[in-house]
């Protein structure tokens, strides 16, 4: 039986369907470049899937930060997970994932894929050459830009890019808290595991293979069936800075993070399956620790689920025209080519993972405020049509202790699908839109992107120059805070217009003059404070809201009057999402848009932090 081979073409393709993968194909996607998502596992969302079942963590750090959770496709995902998927079942955020990547126009998806080759043409990448386990076909995959969104930095080693592992020193980028000497150490794998509560006592029998851990073994790792004195109201205590000490976002039903190996191995990639092997030992030692040494307060607790997919920490990062470092991190500079953003703590994992048994896991750097992370990060300086997303981007490694989590990485890979759509529709290579930022930049926020130190100057938005007036308002949120320009609370600055109750929540935008209005995009507030995301750990779960939001609007009507007679309507009920985006399906001429909020999901009153309205033909 002879094995299928296909060659197919496309504008962007994207290797790597982890979160950053999976932003980056779904933006590309939607800025009209023809897209392919390569993914290896069965399953969408990298560490965030069923596989491993990491929550996704990113700026606001469990809310310490309040303020920066990420939007754009990110929070699409996790607000439609939220409504759909109220107990957050992983495996239901397998569905909601794979349903965000197949149900999107102009993407095509190959699971099961692996990348076998790369090949080149005169220093570019032309293909890259693939092996579907599940259909055996033999994929040939033609593109004009590739997207590394791989973790490993793959598709870029293969195609010559230059890349590191490990930690510079000090003094090669002034990094105050980066060791003396260059070293290849990383941080390293884990393997998480669930338990259940049975309601009776449950019997543990250790595997003869697992390992076995004394108290003194584990004194530097909270364990046992505690919450931890981490919370404060809901809100993460700050912690001292390089004290080296985590609170404990881990309890036995999720745990442990710091079951982490790797670090020292002399290959984190080559060695994978050795240290697979080693974590499974480890897990279930843990575990034998728990329910055989001493009292830990999980007698009922029950073994419910071992993940065996390891989640990776880190590997090689592919070198860009810019490296972040630690003082760009700790400065929180705002880049004049900013296209993301970060402010996760920068942490530094001990290299021995679980068996530096005298040392506390991680080393944590707090800083106040978040970060911007430059377009220069998201391209190759070596390969012309090469661009990276995830925890390849360009960073030091002292860096990258916060640029490596999920929301961050996320953000990252919709700001590179989307500069790879506008690219391929200019005609030009990645590198070569610094010189079309501000088109980049303002099309980000568009979409609901963030971006610290930049505001919507969008000339094409009729509501920029919109006189606009409400029905009521509180002090503070008066209606011309929906077309400010920042749709999100900035350093206590609140930017949306918020209504004194629901019976009086109507917003009025005169535009400047008629317009034919080809679509309406509406910012409301879902709470970018608290956590919304699946979580296996009871103190997340516990945080968060069993439902969608309640400051978030749920019922509304939009209306395009001229001359203050009504010309076009449209009633949403049942909202889920921040960023909605109305488009008539005859553009009506008119003067003045009215938007009346019905109902929300439990707030006594409507929020809406921007408006912006588009004529036909210039959205």
């Known amino acids: 039986m002879s094995i299928n081979v296909e060659t197919r073409d496309f504008d962007v393709v994207v290797v790597g369907g982890g979160l950053s993968g999976m932003c980056a194909a779904i933006a590309a996607a939607r800025h009209g470049a023809k897209t392919a998502i390569v993914q290896n596992r069965s399953v969408f969302g990298g560490n965030a899937s069923s596989e ?19 939007t754009g496709i990110l929070l699409e995902l996790l607000l439609e997970n939220k409504r759909r998927n109220p107990y957050a079942s992983f495996p239901v955020f397998d569905a909601i994932l794979w349903e965000a990547v197949h149900q999107q126009k102009g993407l095509t998806a190959y699971l099961n894929t692996n990348m076998d080759d790369v090949v080149m043409d005169s220093g570019r990448i032309a293909a890259v050459v693939c092996h579907q386990n599940t259909t055996e076909t033999e994929l040939r995959l033609e593109g004009r830009i590739f997207i590394d ?50 309601g009776e006592k449950v019997v543990f029998e250790k595997p003869e293979w697992a390992y076995t851990f004394s108290e003194e073994d584990l004194r530097y790792r909270e364990h046992g069936d505690s919450v931890g004195s981490h919370a404060d109201g809901g809100r993460l205590v700050a912690f001292e800075e390089g004290s080296g000490r985590l609170p404990n976002f881990s309890n036995v039903d999720s745990g442990y993070w710091w079951i982490e190996l790797g670090g020292r191995n002399n290959d984190i990639i080559r060695e994978g399956e050795e240290i697979r092997d080693e974590l499974l030992r480890c897990v279930y030692g843990v575990w034998d620790h728990l329910k055989n040494q001493g009292d830990h307060g999980v007698d009922n607790l029950d073994l419910d689920w071992v993940g065996m997919v390891p989640g990776y920490r880190e590997s090689r990062r592919l070198v860009g025209d810019y490296l972040l470092t630690e003082n760009d991190v700790r400065s929180n500079r705002v880049f004049p080519d900013a296209v993301a953003y970060g402010g996760w703590q920068m942490d530094q994992h001990t290299p021995g993972g679980i068996m530096d048994f005298d040392k506390y896991p991680s080393r944590i750097l707090n ?38 989590v999920m929301g961050t990485c996320a953000v990252g890979g919709q700001a590179a699908g989307t500069a790879a759509a506008l690219a391929v529709r200019r005609g030009v290579l990645p590198g070569d839109m610094a010189g079309h930022m501000e088109e980049l930049q303002q099309t980000l926020l568009r979409d ?15 509501c920029r120059t919109a006189k606009v007036t409400a029905a009521s308002w509180k002090e503070g949120r008066e209606p011309e805070k929906a077309v400010n320009g920042v749709a999100r609370r900035v350093d206590g600055e609140e930017n949306c217009w918020e209504s004194r109750d629901l019976e009086s929540a109507q917003l009025t935008l005169k535009l400047a003059q008629p ?16 956590e919304i995301m699946p979580s296996m750990t009871r103190n997340v779960r516990a945080r968060q809201v069993k439902g969608l939001p309640p400051e978030l609007v749920r019922d509304y009507r939009v209306e395009a009057l001229r001359d203050g007679e009504p010309v076009w309507s449209r009633t949403v009920t049942g909202n889920g999402q921040r960023l909605n985006v109305l488009e008539p399906e005859e553009a009506p001429v008119c003067d003045t848009l009215r938007i009346t909020v019905l109902a929300t999901h439990g707030l006594d009153s409507a929020r809406i932090f921007e408006v912006r309205a588009y004529e036909k033909g210039e959205n």
């Open 367 to 404: 800083y106040p405020g978040c970060y911007t992370i430059p377009y220069r990060c998201f391209y190759s300086r070596e390969v012309p049509n090469l661009m990276m997303a995830g925890r390849d981007i360009s960073v030091t490694k002292m860096a990258f202790g916060s640029t490596r």
């Open 52 to 70: 491993i079942r990491m929550h996704i963590v990113g700026a606001s750090s469990h809310g310490a930060k309040p303020d920066l959770a990420e």
């Open 448 to 462: 609901d992107c963030y971006l610290p130190g930049f505001a919507n100057r969008d000339p094409g938005d009729l």
């Open 149 to 198: 969104a791989t973790g490993h930095g793959t598709l870029g080693v293969m195609a010559g890019c230059g890349s590191r592992l490990g930690s510079e020193s000090r003094d090669q980028h002034g990094e105050p808290n980066a060791p003396d000497m260059a070293n290849t150490d990383t941080m390293g794998n884990s393997i998480m595991f669930s338990a259940i509560d049975r």
């Open 515 to 530: 317009a034919r209005v080809g679509q309406v995009r509406l910012t409301f507030d879902p709470n970018l404070t608290r």
